[in-house]
């Protein structure tokens, strides 16, 4: 078994600020992913990557950037935070190409706060 | 752009009961749907999945799935109130296209 850590759990920040969320998995999964979850509804998709280095845009990554340095960790940047985009962030992993066929393996989330 | 669309947005059922939930799409080139559970405060876990027409039984859970009528649904037999969370279903198109969500259905099944 393997496991997503996402840090921090907790994320306030002020209006314009830049901020960064970071994942990492131990699963030795070659796809990652950064959804976005407002109020306990749905995911959007904001970036994957399916190889170290590689970025895919998702249909939320305005405003946003996303970085792949290494196999087992994704970082997300939120370029200048607003208050509507207050929401839990999820980091989720999968073994292979991104093509829909594998589970998903999600981390517990970071809620943002903007003040 | 795929769009998929959950019914109900809410349940509540009695413990026992059957509970059934939908999932509509609009990309008929989708290749893989998938129905995750997420308990309140906890990550999403997959449930279920299916890549064919037809139907698929895991315990009490069975996931039918119509290509055509663009449709998939699940059906939770014997509701537990452990079932009580947030059902959410995905649809992908393929080869690094990620997952597509829809808004989920609330599920709350009482004693």
């Known amino acids: 078994g393997g496991i997503i850590t996402q840090t921090p759990k907790f994320l306030i920040g002020q209006e314009g600020q830049k901020l960064t969320l970071k994942c990492q998995q131990n699963f030795n999964h070659d796809t990652m992913y950064w959804y976005r979850q407002d109020s306990g509804k749905g995911l959007r998709l904001i970036y994957y990557?399916?190889?170290?280095?590689?970025?895919q845009k998702g249909d939320l990554s305005e405003g946003y950037d996303a970085s792949r340095e290494k196999k087992s960790s994704f970082s997300l940047t939120v370029t200048s935070a607003q208050k509507n985009e207050m929401a839990v962030f999820l980091c989720?992993?999968?073994?292979?190409?991104?093509?829909?066929?594998?589970?998903?393996?999600f981390g517990s989330g970071t809620r943002l706060t903007v003040l | 752009q795929q769009n998929v669309q959950q019914s109900p947005e809410s349940l509540i059922v009695p413990e026992g009961a059957r509970t059934s939930l939908n999932c509509t799409f609009s990309?008929?080139?989708?290749?893989y749907f998938w129905w995750y559970r997420q308990h309140s405060g906890k990550a999403p876990k997959a449930l279920m999945s299916i890549f064919s027409n037809g139907e698929k039984e895991e315990g009490r859970f069975t996931i039918h799935l119509n290509k055509a009528s663009l449709h998939f649904s699940l059906h939770i037999r014997d509701s537990q109130p452990s079932d009580s969370a947030l059902y959410l279903c995905a649809v992908s198109m393929g080869y690094a296209q990620g997952l597509t969500f829809g808004l989920g259905t609330r599920v709350s099944v009482f004693p």
């Open positions: 989720a992993s999968s073994p292979r190409t991104g093509g829909g066929a594998e589970t998903l393996y």
């Open positions: 990309d008929s080139a989708s290749q």
């Open positions: 990557s399916i190889t170290e280095n590689d970025l």
